[in-house]
């Protein structure tokens, strides 16, 4: 039996946080007729950029992440504002984050981080030809190191652990699918 949406019975917001709200809904299985209950993150798109200098360097950012307690190596990224498209809210993380900006932004695609339990996407981009046109405009909670590393070592990083983010890992697998004919030319 293929699989189907579950039909909504009740949904609220249970409570609401700076970067995102949960929902509670309660839900009826269209196979076992039951009801359960879901408990969801809303929250506004997040984008990521993979910024390449005309040399070929990827703009990449170091930088401190509470949830593992550590510091990780990533690509610029961020929420989508209210009112602002994910290329609008790329540009600008690709700004803030680094003081680059870029030749063309190029979308890439999206995933869902978590379907589970998320409700939202992440969008990727591909900033080409990407240089420094400024300082980084960190906020408060931010404490980030450019790093510029060629393309041709990001799957070895990959590989050796040293970029673990999921969503940096998928963002530069559509990145190679999409230019790797094209990348030998480099």
Request: net charge negative; hydrophobic share 40%.
């Amino acid at each position: 039996m293929t699989p189907k949406p579950w039909k909504i019975v009740s949904t609220h917001t249970d409570r609401s946080y700076r970067v995102f709200d949960l929902r509670k809904d309660r839900a009826v299985s269209p196979r076992t007729k039951e009801e359960y209950d879901f408990f969801v993150l809303e929250s506004n798109p997040w984008v990521n950029v993979i910024p390449l200098t005309d040399d070929h360097q990827v703009v990449l950012v170091r930088q401190y992440r509470h949830g593992i307690r550590d510091v990780t190596l990533e690509i610029p990224g961020g929420l989508v504002d209210d009112g602002d498209t994910p290329e609008q809210a790329a540009w600008r993380e690709l700004s803030e984050e680094t003081g680059f900006g870029a030749e063309e932004m190029i979308p890439l695609g999206f995933v869902h981080p978590n379907p589970a339990i998320q409700n939202n996407k992440c969008f990727t981009f591909f900033a080409k030809n990407a240089l420094q046109v400024g300082e980084q405009k960190q906020d408060g909670g931010e404490d980030i190191e450019i790093v510029l590393r060629p393309l041709s070592e990001i799957p070895g990083l990959i590989r050796d652990g040293a970029i673990s983010h999921s969503l940096v890992i998928v963002a530069f697998y559509r990145f190679f699918i999409e230019y790797q004919r094209s990348l030998s030319l480099l």
